[in-house]
Each structure stands twice: as C-alpha cells, then as structure tokens.
Nanobody
Framework: QVQVVESGGGSVQSGGSLKLSCTIN????????VGWFHQGPNKEREGVAA??????????ADSVKGRFTISQDNARSTLTVFLQMNSLTPEDTGMYFC??????????????????WGQGIQVTVSS
C-alpha cells in the first residue's frame, strides 16, 4: 500500500520560514508527480506546488511564486519531496497535504489528478 507522510509543520511568525517534507513509500510506478496542497480555515483545498520526477519540472500557484520552492530527493529508495516556504503570511495558515499521482509535464495542481494522499500537517502563521 502506498504511504504518504508529511512532516515539518508548526507555528511561525509572519515573515518566517518553514520546510515541509513528504516521504512516499511503495509507489508502484516509475513516473510520478508530487503535489503540495493548502487548505485554509473554511476554504477549499488548493494546489500550491508540484514537481514531476523525470526532469524535475515544477508548477507553482501564483500566490506562492517567489516564496515557495518544491524539490525532491529521489536518489534513494524512498522518495522525499520538500516544500521550502519563505516570507510566510497569515494567509498561508492551514493544513498542508502532500499527494502523488501519475506524471505530467508540466505537473498539475488539480487535486483530482492525484491518487494517494497524506494525512496533512498544520502550519500556523501568526501576525
């Protein structure tokens, strides 16, 4: 069974940084894309960044361009995808989910494109 586990969340003041990690085990296909999704309080889940594994092509939501960076470490048997979040604002508060799905180039930010999801992790940015 595919396992997707997020880590690295927490609380930070506005303007601060956090780095989230997503560890994926047992994904059965050689080509994939991994996305990070944000769900703010009383808001719908939205894609913020995605990366595909072959050429590391990335996609970002306009709201995070220049502030967030997605990267991957697929050199080992376990895939880990990172989301470096800088210049955080209270609007970035919420749950962050990692998900994996079939590869697209460029990768999608649509949640429907992803098959396996983590439980999510909380990020709180105070003003």
């Amino acid at each position: 069974q595919v396992q997707v586990v997020e880590s690295g969340g927490g609380s930070v003041q506005s303007g601060g940084s956090l780095k989230l990690s997503c560890t994926i085990n047992r994904y059965p296909y050689g080509n994939y894309e991994v996305g990070w999704f944000h769900q703010g309080p009383n808001k719908e889940r939205e894609g913020v960044a995605a990366i595909e594994n072959y050429r590391s092509v990335t996609t970002y939501a306009d709201s995070v361009k220049g502030r967030f960076t997605i990267s991957q470490d697929n050199a080992r048997s376990t895939l880990t995808v990172f989301l470096q979040m800088n210049s955080l604002t209270p609007e970035d508060t919420g749950m962050y989910f990692c998900a994996v799905g079939a590869r697209n180039d460029p990768p999608f930010l649509d949640a429907d494109r992803y098959s396996f999801w983590g439980q999510g992790i909380q990020v709180t940015v105070s003003s």
